[in-house]
C-alpha cells in the first residue's frame, strides 16, 4: 500500500492516523468516563488521570498531523449512486468528527489550564506538558469538554454504523478504501 491516498484508497499514513486516533479514543472516553466519578480518595485517581491527559494529547497532535495530511492527499469519493442525503450526513459526520478530535483534547488542555488549582501533566510520567494561558471559567470548560466527549459518543456509533451499512448493506468499496486489506 503507497503511503500517500489516491482516488481509490487511503494511503498508509492516513490509515495509520485513522485507526490509532480512533482507538485512543475509544479507550479515552472510557477512561474518561471511569475516572471523572472516582472520589478524590481513590489511589488510581492521580494515574488514571494524568494517562488519560496523556494520552488526549497525544490525540492532539496526532489529529492536528492527520489534519495536515488530509489537506495535502486526495480523498476516496463516496459512490456516484449513493442517495445524496446519505452522502451528504456522512460528509457532515466525518467533518464534526475531524473537529471534535481536535477539540476534545484541547478543551482538556484548556480546563486543566485553568484549574484553580492547577496540577502538573506529566507527560507519560516522562516530562511536564505546559499549561495554557487561562481563557474561560474552570467549571465552563469542565461542562464544555463533557458535552465534546459526549458528542462524540453519539458521533462515533453514528460513524461506525455508516461504515458497516457500506460493507454489509451496499457491498461497496467504501470500507475496504480504509482497511490495510481492503
Ligand atoms: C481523545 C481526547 C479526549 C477524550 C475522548 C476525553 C474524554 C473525556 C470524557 C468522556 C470525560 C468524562 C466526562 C464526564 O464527566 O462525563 C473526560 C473527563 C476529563 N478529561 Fe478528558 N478527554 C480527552 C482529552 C483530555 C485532555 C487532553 C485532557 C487534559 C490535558 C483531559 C482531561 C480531563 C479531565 C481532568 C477530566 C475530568 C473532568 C472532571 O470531571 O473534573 N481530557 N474526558
Same mark, same amino acid.
Given at each position: 500500500?503507497?503511503?500517500?491516498?489516491?482516488?481509490?484508497?487511503?494511503?498508509n499514513v492516513a490509515m495509520f492516523f485513522h485507526w490509532l486516533i480512533a482507538a485512543l479514543i475509544v479507550v479515552n472516553?472510557?477512561?474518561g468516563l471511569y475516572f471523572a466519578?472516582?472520589?478524590?480518595?481513590?489511589?488510581?485517581?492521580?494515574?488514571?488521570?494524568?494517562?488519560?491527559?496523556?494520552?488526549? =494529547?497525544?490525540?492532539?497532535?496526532?489529529? !492536528? %498531523?492527520? /489534519? &495536515?495530511?488530509?489537506?495535502?492527499?486526495?480523498?476516496?469519493p463516496l459512490p456516484a449512486d449513493m442517495p445524496s442525503a446519505l452522502k451528504? =450526513?456522512?460528509?457532515?459526520?466525518?467533518? !464534526? %468528527?475531524? /473537529? &471534535?478530535?481536535?477539540i476534545i483534547p484541547l478543551s482538556g488542555w484548556l480546563m486543566v489550564s485553568a484549574s484553580r488549582h492547577p496540577v502538573p501533566t506529566p507527560y507519560f510520567f516522562l516530562f511536564d506538558w505546559p499549561n495554557l494561558p487561562k481563557v474561560a471559567d474552570h467549571e465552563l470548560l469542565v461542562d464544555t469538554h463533557a458535552f465534546l466527549a459526549w458528542s462524540a459518543i453519539v458521533l462515533v456509533p453514528l460513524h461506525v454504523a455508516g461504515a458497516l451499512y457500506h460493507r454489509y448493506w451496499r457491498r461497496d468499496q467504501v470500507l475496504a478504501q480504509m482497511l490495510p486489506w481492503g
Amino acid at each position: 500500500m503507497p503511503w500517500r491516498s489516491t482516488a481509490e484508497h487511503y494511503g498508509n499514513v492516513a490509515m495509520f492516523f485513522h485507526w490509532l486516533i480512533a482507538a485512543l479514543i475509544v479507550v479515552n472516553i472510557c477512561l474518561g468516563l471511569y475516572f471523572a466519578d472516582l472520589p478524590k480518595s481513590d489511589p488510581y485517581l492521580y494515574y488514571l488521570a494524568q494517562i488519560h491527559k496523556s494520552i488526549g =494529547l497525544t490525540v492532539l497532535v496526532l489529529s !492536528l %498531523l492527520r /489534519v &495536515l495530511w488530509r489537506l495535502v492527499n486526495p480523498v476516496p469519493p463516496l459512490p456516484a449512486d449513493m442517495p445524496s442525503a446519505l452522502k451528504f =450526513l456522512a460528509r457532515v459526520t466525518q467533518f !464534526l %468528527l475531524y /473537529v &471534535l478530535i481536535v477539540i476534545i483534547p484541547l478543551s482538556g488542555w484548556l480546563m486543566v489550564s485553568a484549574s484553580r488549582h492547577p496540577v502538573p501533566t506529566p507527560y507519560f510520567f516522562l516530562f511536564d506538558w505546559p499549561n495554557l494561558p487561562k481563557v474561560a471559567d474552570h467549571e465552563l470548560l469542565v461542562d464544555t469538554h463533557a458535552f465534546l466527549a459526549w458528542s462524540a459518543i453519539v458521533l462515533v456509533p453514528l460513524h461506525v454504523a455508516g461504515a458497516l451499512y457500506h460493507r454489509y448493506w451496499r457491498r461497496d468499496q467504501v470500507l475496504a478504501q480504509m482497511l490495510p486489506w481492503g
